[in-house]
């Protein structure tokens, strides 16, 4: 079985700081991992994923994840928060590709201060 | 990007009738389609996996014969809610996933259905 933690459930920034959204997985074969992003009262929309190769990987946005394996993480970050990025993020991870269910950790809402 | 439609956005409906919901797959083959359920403030659950042609796989704890699932081709799947309750009320979102071309490697998710049983 897979599952995936994401501590706290907000993150408050200042616009133009440091954004860090923490995800923890488990997985009992080399995992697909994703972060996604949803705005109010709409579906997810894709940040990044990481499949296999680089595990240093950028997404949409200015958006970037590290896979590390020895740390079971793939924590997502953001050199400098826009007002834009105030969202609700979600980490999820899956066994293979587009064909295998995904499982989702329970969200992190993301703020960002003027 | 790839786009997934869902039908109806929003529905409003008594208590007791059933609702249907598309999801509809525009630039791809969904091989495999997927949906799940989101309450407020909270994380999306999968209710079940569809492949095409074939019978939906349901997760532990869901009715399959309240949450009727069909996938009959590459590009459509359906869920109806059959004798709607007010507990039903949530937010839907189906996924799709496909084998070949830019749903190979992902799931592109649906804008989300919201769900109102009054």
């Known amino acids: 079985a897979q599952s995936v933690t994401q501590l706290g459930s907000h993150v408050s920034v200042s616009e133009g700081a440091l954004v860090l959204l923490r995800c923890n997985y488990s997985?009992?074969?080399?995992?697909?991992l994703f972060w996604y992003v949803q705005y109010p009262n709409q579906g997810l929309q894709l940040l990044l994923k990481?499949?296999?190769?680089?595990?240093l990987v950028k997404g949409i946005n200015g958006f970037e994840a590290e896979f590390k394996k020895s740390e079971t993480s793939f924590h997502l970050t953001k050199p400098s928060a826009h007002m834009s990025d105030a969202a609700e993020y979600f980490c999820?991870?899956?066994?293979?590709?587009?064909?295998?269910?995904?499982?989702f950790g329970k969200g992190i809402t993301l703020s960002v201060r003027p | 990007g790839a786009v997934v439609s869902q039908h109806p956005s929003w529905v409003i409906c008594k208590s007791g009738t059933s609702v249907k919901i598309e999801c509809r797959s525009l630039d791809f083959q969904a091989t495999t389609m997927f949906w799940y359920r989101q309450f407020p403030k909270q994380s999306l659950m999968l209710m079940a996996t569809?492949?095409?042609?074939?019978?939906?796989?349901?997760e532990q704890g869901v009715e399959k014969d309240k949450f009727l699932i069909n996938h009959a081709s590459l590009t459509l799947s359906t869920l109806t809610v059959t004798s709607a309750h007010p507990e039903d009320s949530s937010f839907y979102i189906c996924?799709?996933?496909?084998?070949?071309?830019?749903?190979?490697?992902?799931?592109?998710f649906g804008p989300g259905t919201r769900l109102l049983v009054l």
């Open positions: 996924s799709a996933g496909g084998t070949s071309g830019r749903g190979r490697e992902t799931q592109y």
């Open positions: 999820a991870v899956s066994e293979s590709g587009a064909n295998s269910k995904l499982t």
């Open positions: 997985s009992s074969v080399p995992p697909y």
């Open positions: 990481y499949t296999t190769g680089a595990t």
């Open positions: 569809s492949n095409e042609g074939s019978k939906a796989t349901y």
